[in-house]
């Protein structure tokens, strides 16, 4: 009988974790990895800011660690060139878990590129804290519905482009991004992000179950602090675990 009333107090101090669905499109997160992954993604937007044309970017990558016991690293490359398979930059992330439902994580995004792969002077540097709000419980087992990131960058998240400063935009960013993730059905996130530059809202879906596909879209530039105009935004990723690979082996 013991053992039977205690399960509600056991249920109430599990920790909840982000759930499964996408919470950012735009800015990273405080949560890394738990193992070895491989992964590859494609993302973009359309219009391209101050053009009528889309801009599409690719990546392949692989992280390593577990950040709730030591730290977890991922390592990817860029490919903001599709077709041609050119100007190619890296992006490098080390997370750790600090205490109950939450991450840090500090990276470099860029490094190595050409000059004018972005908007912003590459390399851009951040730090980012994320949260998975504790009592409001998602539809998937184990997980919290509501998520958020705080971060503070350089680069992409301070200095505008060249387009703003000569449309009197101003030439600096907040420096500091964000975003809230809150889960409007199983495998579905309602997501509000600021990049330091401008506001987007999405939508993050994982759309098939015991699948690690995972699907973004929505719109970026709502406001006039930078850009010419609100553009649509897509991101689609997959991850692979290395880990169940070897085990099968």
């Keep these: 009988m013991d053992s039977l009333a205690n399960e509600p107090e056991k249920f109430d101090r599990q920790e909840l974790l982000p759930n499964d669905a996408m919470q950012n499109l735009m800015t990273p997160s405080g949560w890394g990895g738990y193992g070895s992954y491989i992964f590859g993604g494609v993302g973009g937007s359309y219009p391209s800011v101050y053009t009528h044309k889309a801009d599409l970017i690719s990546s392949v990558g692989f992280c390593v660690g577990n950040s709730a016991k030591f730290v977890n690293v991922a390592a990817s490359l860029n490919i903001t060139k599709v077709r041609s398979l050119s100007d190619l930059s890296a992006n490098f992330t080390i ?90 059905i199983k495998h579905v996130n309602i997501n509000a992000e600021w990049t330091g530059m401008n506001l987007g809202c999405s939508l993050g879906i994982r759309p098939f179950s015991g699948s690690a596909l995972s699907i973004g879209a929505g719109v970026s530039d709502l406001t006039r602090y930078t850009s010419d105009k609100p553009s649509m935004m897509f991101s689609m990723g997959f991850p692979l675990s290395l880990n169940r690979r070897i085990n099968k082996l």
Excluded: W
């Design 95 to 184: 997370s750790h878990k600090i205490f109950r439902a939450s991450s840090i994580s500090a990276g470099a995004l860029q490094v190595l590129a050409p000059s004018q792969v972005s908007d912003a002077p590459a390399p851009t540097f951040f730090f980012a804290f994320s949260h998975s709000v504790q009592g409001i419980r998602s539809k998937t087992p184990g997980s919290s519905r509501l998520t958020y990131t705080i971060g503070i960058g350089s680069g992409r998240f301070y200095l505008k482009s060249p387009y703003d400063v000569l449309n009197g935009r101003g030439k600096y960013g907040t420096a500091v991004f964000g975003d809230v993730s809150y889960e409007l």
